[in-house]
């Protein structure tokens, strides 16, 4: 346990007095702040008498000028902070000579891993906590409501499996630094994994749901359905689609269903208005999504734990 | 396997691919000792050295430091040894007592405790002066002399170098060897690997020689002369007018001379002493004419070189 503790004290120290964590906060206060302002300027359109959430549309609204989300930006940056908390973790100490000296002394292997990615946890929650409540501090000050209970745990969930999503990242990233004994190709690897995940999964499940079951204009309700069943079973093979589909179900409970085209398909069926759902139905709803996150990065620590443990430390 | 032995290998193997690195390797090293790891690169030096310390695992055989089984128990050996690999590196950003700090800490040691430690560590390898200095702007040398105080941050009892002297100045190799043998004297057991023959001899009390994963020979340096050379430490080597039985006789009878070899008008005299008065005067004696003469010490290079011809 001491070796675990010194290795995380140190790592959590290295982060706070590092120049990437100050320019990763730096981006992420302003991009937060820019949003809750746009937000705040168009809420007023947006909310209606039957409103029930109010406080959580200033998370949802987006303007024109900047037309993304407050989650939407943190569903950008939480990756990158992700990468860059982890991407080195290794493998600097191994090209910097440090490695067969940390692993001469009297520590299990296992410490030095655990120990950086708590450190980089723990970074990485202070930095969502922080921006979430600063957000939310503002928004308060700006449009004058105060959020209700629910609200409040709603955004106590939005963190936490904001930090899980962050936490998926920060172990993928320090498997590749396991895996890749250059810094540089650790990082570029999982910035490349992250794009491809971000952008190319949907496009690839489009496609290939366009394929399977083609839609047009006078297709049926139900072709359309399964076309959409199809979409989204194939993006959630990416974690971001994941943290986007747990996020709109709790900041946005008028949504049952993760889908919102078969949201719509249900209004228009049904010709009703979804009442919202509550904040225990919420979290059943969103429940997979979060254990398939928290599976992902138990995966990748079982893959660095496999590669690091039995490997020969050299110092050349 | 008995404790009395600080390290002990029994038919230790580490195959790589198609390459046996250490071939069936049965070393032992008493307590105290400081005991000089020679061969060429590539011998399986460093690869011993990081299967003793549980860095990397034998493919057969079984390895004992202070009776704690490397592979097995890890952690038992690292807590009493200490190791200066052969490119050691420090966090650069951090200040050298930083550095030891957190090795002293990856070590339970409390820090009350780590600190007088470290300011006297820092004093006995000359770096006090630098200690708030970050590690960044060392030179070599002082990276080396700051590795030799993180290995006594814990205490060792068993202390292992990987080439300590590795392209260090002559004055720096110097302070190296000098604090090398300062841990010797405090009683920690020490093993150097080393290509640097003639440095390993000033600390060495014995010495093995390795080649090709194997351990050629072992003994302390005059031993090993002895099995080589087959004679004694020195070589008289002496060039004379007239070259003639008699005189080989008379020389032989000198007292201390081992060995007498005529080559040409040259004679090639082993002997344990410098002798070369008396020879003079069993030349001078002689008819014959003593032209020029030569002593030459026995190092370890030849010792070296000489296993090496045969292996």
Not at chain 1, 41 to 68: K, M, W
Request: charged share 20%.
């Amino acid at each position: 346990m001491t070796g675990l503790r010194a290795v995380f004290w140190k790592e959590l120290s290295d982060h706070f007095s590092s120049l990437r964590f100050i320019i990763l906060s730096i981006l992420i206060y302003l991009a937060g702040v820019a949003t809750i302002y746009v937000a705040a300027q168009n809420i007023r359109a947006d909310v209606t008498g039957t409103t029930r959430f109010i406080f959580l549309r200033l998370f949802i609204v987006s303007g024109e000028n900047i037309p993304f989300s407050f989650p939407f930006f943190l569903s950008l940056f939480i990756p990158i902070i992700g990468i860059a908390l982890g991407f080195d973790a290794v493998n600097s100490e191994r090209t910097s000579g440090n490695l067969s000296r940390l692993l001469s002394q009297p520590l299990y292997r296992d410490s030095v891993i655990n120990g950086k990615f708590l450190a980089g946890l723990v970074t990485l929650s202070i930095l969502v906590v922080s921006i979430v409540t600063l957000v939310a501090g503002m928004g308060l000050r700006m449009i004058g409501v105060p959020p209700t209970a629910e609200e409040v745990l709603r955004l106590f969930v939005f963190m936490f499996i904001s930090i899980v999503y962050g936490g998926f990242w920060l172990s993928l990233s320090v498997l590749f630094s396991v895996l890749f004994n250059r810094t540089a190709t650790s990082a570029l690897a999982s910035v490349a994994l992250w794009i491809f995940m971000f952008l190319f999964v949907t496009m690839v499940a489009n496609v290939i749901a366009g394929a399977v079951v083609p839609v047009d204009q006078s297709s049926t309700v139900e072709v359309i359905a399964r076309n959409d069943e199809i979409y989204r079973t194939i993006s959630r093979i990416s974690p971001s689609t994941l943290y986007g589909e747990s996020v709109q179900v709790l900041l946005m409970p008028e949504l049952s269903n993760p889908s919102s085209t078969l949201m719509l398909i249900s209004i228009y069926t049904a010709g009703m208005m979804p009442t919202p759902l509550s904040l225990g139905q919420s979290l059943l709803v969103v429940w997979p999504q979060v254990t398939s996150l928290i599976a992902l990065s138990a995966l990748c620590f079982a893959a660095s734990y496999i590669k690091f443990m039995r490997e020969e430390i050299r110092s050349t | 396997m008995s404790a009395e032995y600080a390290i002990a290998t029994e038919e230790l193997v580490k195959v790589y691919g198609a390459k046996v690195a250490v071939d069936r390797l049965n070393l032992r090293v008493a307590e105290g000792e400081v005991f000089g790891f020679l061969g060429p690169n590539g011998a399986g030096k460093t690869t011993t050295i990081l299967m003793l310390l549980g860095l990397t695992e034998p493919t057969s055989g079984s390895a004992r430091v202070y009776g704690n089984d490397p592979t097995r128990e890890p952690l038992k050996v690292k807590r009493i040894a200490g190791y200066l690999p052969e490119k050691v590196g420090f966090y650069d950003d951090m200040t050298a007592k930083q550095n030891l700090e957190y090795t002293a800490a990856l070590n339970g040691i409390p820090v009350e405790v780590a600190e007088k430690k470290i300011e006297e560590l820092l004093k006995l390898v000359g770096l006090a002066d630098v200690a708030e200095h970050k590690v960044g702007t060392f030179s070599h040398g002082m990276k080396q002399r700051l590795g030799i105080a993180d290995v006594m941050v814990k205490d060792p009892k068993i202390a292992f170098f990987d080439e300590p002297t590795a392209g260090i100045d002559p004055e720096g190799t110097d302070q190296v060897l000098t604090l090398i043998k300062s841990m010797a004297k405090r009683g920690v057991t020490i093993v150097i690997s080393s290509h640097q023959l003639h440095q390993v001899q000033k600390v060495c009390t014995r010495v093995g020689i390795m080649a090709n994963g194997r351990l050629v020979a072992e003994g302390s340096v005059d031993e090993l002369g002895r099995q080589v050379i087959g004679g004694g430490k020195f070589r008289i080597e002496v060039q004379v007018s007239q070259p003639s039985d008699r005189l080989v006789n008379a020389i032989k009878g000198v007292k201390g001379v081992g060995n007498v070899e005529v080559n040409g008008d040259r004679l090639l005299i082993s002997c344990d002493e410098d002798i070369r008065a008396q020879i003079a005067r069993v030349i001078v004696d002689s008819e014959s004419l003593l032209v020029q003469m030569k002593i030459e010490e026995y190092s370890l290079d030849d010792i070296y070189l000489r296993y090496f011809r045969e292996s």
